[in-house]
């Protein structure tokens, strides 16, 4: 467990020092908020999350996919291999991919969540500090799925593949998730594979904390096949990957 | 060849190892036992299968029949235990990670490690240790591999073409350096492609080609069995090419200009039955192989064959 402990310190340090990767988990979201808002700032927004919930999920979707092309990369260098030689346990080192992306998943939804309430156009939240709270952990909860989904890009796509799975999985939860449109402005078919998403569903979590109401039901069940579908897929691969 | 060894029980075994991949068989039968405190080079040409045997010791691949034993148990056991150190061939560093940081990562993984001191002073690394290791060069981000190999202070030290990359200096101060930390009880294994390294360095050479075993015994023994070869060179006029195959002791023939030339592994016995099966051969010469070139015929000869 120490042993496991001390990888994913160096793991996280080795992540959060880097620039780059912070402009793009946290700066990003933050900067496309800020420029709807300028953008559309005479036209406030109708639905109880405003333009903050879905760009903050949009942050979700950045920070949950990280693990992807990390694993990727170490997988195809064959840093993680040289890690099997160790006596760190193998899965501790896909563990702390998945940690580290939700340790970027948190700051970078509340750094919406926080610009929002300055800056935002009341946003048509009533939110006490209580309910800033709970859409920020919620939606943070809600990420589980997507790292999930990060891993098995990972543990299935090597180096520069990897990059551009990540990529497509990015372009596909974004425009499909419900984040750029609501279904609702979707045909049918397209509304029902939009609704299936994990970036809908940490959408509509963030939605209903916004509007008061209590948690969807079916954005839970997506959020939690999801989780489970991709979580198994990606231990399957992670087999795979130690039976070469 | 094969040595005796009047030692105790080997730490690591293998048992009619057999590894494939797909058509390719990497690994074939291979049987081996290296004894504790020994420097053992597994020599070969490229493709000969010294990285899977690498990886098959260090349980990072399993075997498809045989068995291989690690300090009396599954090779995963003893690399669980921080028994094993390992510098793989090519293998990367994570980028943004300090060398300081990667070494107190993996002391932190066995338990009985160097001290960081230590490691960075045996690898020269004393310098660099606050660098990032995507800003070190080719040479430094090799020391930084072995000091990850040797950090946590194994009994068995596995190093795979560890001087693959390196010029001339490079590789006689990185052996120096491995030879600084060599001392009584602890066994290194290395893969090589090169002889000479593998006769400056070790004191036992396990020569593998095509996934078999060809020679094993001390750099001398080996030097002996392959420097035993000549290549013999006669006109071709009114030889087929066939009954020079077909001469004791020969092992390839090669047409070239109007010349054959044969290697053997006794000369004299090719020769007296070359004169007796065609009396008008004529041009004959005999070189004695250089090192080199006998090590290529030893293992080409093994390695060649489907």
Redesign the interface.
Known sequence: MTRSLTYLWLEAKRQWRNREILLFRLGLPTAIYLILNAAQGDSPPTNPGGRMVPIAALAAVISGLAAGPTLGEERANGWLRQLRTTPLRPSAAVAAKIVVAMSFALPAIALVAAVAGLVGDNEGTALDWAGWLRLVGLMWLATTPITAVGALIGLTFGGEAAQGATTLAFVVLWLGGGIFTSPDNLPDTLAAISRALPSYGVAQVGESVAGGHSLPAAALVVLAAWTLGAGALAALAWRRVLAR | MSIDIDKPAPIATFDGVTRRYGEITAVDNLSLGIQRGQTVALLGPNGAGKTTTVELL?????PDAGVIGLFGGPPADA????R???M?Q????????RVA??I???R???PNPLTLQDTLRLTDLEPLAQRQVQRLSGGQRQRV?LA?ALA?NPELL?LDEPTAALDVDARRTFWERVRGYVSAGRTVLFATHRLEEADAVADRVVVIAGGRLLADGTPEQVKAQAAGRSTISVAADGLSRELLENLPAVETVRQDRGRMTLSTSDPDATIRALLQRAPHAQGLEVTRAGMEEAFLQLTHQEGATP
């Open positions: 260090l349980g990072l691949a399993s690399v669980a235990a921080g094993v150190g390992a793989l090519d293998a990367g560093l994570p980028q943004g990670a940081e990667l107190g990562l993996v932190s993984l066995y591999r990850l946590g596995v």
